[in-house]
Nanobody
Framework: HVLFVESGGGSVQAGGSLRLSCQVSQAFSNVYCMGWFRQAPGKEREEVAQLDMIGTTTHAASVRGRFAISRAPAKNMLYLQMNSLQPGDTAMYYC??????????????????????WGQGTQVTVSL
């Protein structure tokens, strides 16, 4: 069973940066896809980035060029570097993991797809 502890959220002004971290409770050896999702108030959960275990990454169009997902297997860590933050990025951010390959396209509309393990979330608030 995979458990996560997320950290790194906070309040920043537009244009600022944050790095979210997700500590994974066990090695990545039986995890084939990891992702970051977010859910803003009144909106459905959407996937913003995912990474497979050979290092292939996918980012949502809304964050491409500003956010970057990465991992440090030796530390059992997953990261989301967020730059040039905008008020529209305000949301609760969650890391998630799957024992299956990554979805062919990022998930939205509240879909969970193959992701069955979830963190508790970390809040990101961006103000003007």
């Amino acid at each position: 069973h995979v458990l996560f502890v997320e950290s790194g959220g906070g309040s920043v002004q537009a244009g600022g940066s944050l790095r979210l971290s997700c500590q994974v409770s066990q090695a990545f050896s039986n995890v084939y896809c990891m992702g970051w999702f977010r859910q803003a108030p009144g909106k459905e959960r959407e996937e913003v980035a995912q990474l497979d275990m050979i290092g292939t990454t996918t980012h949502a169009a809304s964050v491409r060029g500003r956010f970057a997902i990465s991992r440090a297997p030796a530390k059992n860590m997953l990261y989301l570097q967020m730059n040039s933050l905008q008020p529209g990025d305000t949301a609760m951010y969650y890391c998630a993991a799957s024992h299956y390959t990554c979805p062919a396209s990022l998930l939205n509309g509240g879909q969970h797809g193959p992701f069955v393990y979830w963190g508790q979330g970390t809040q990101v608030t961006v103000s003007l």
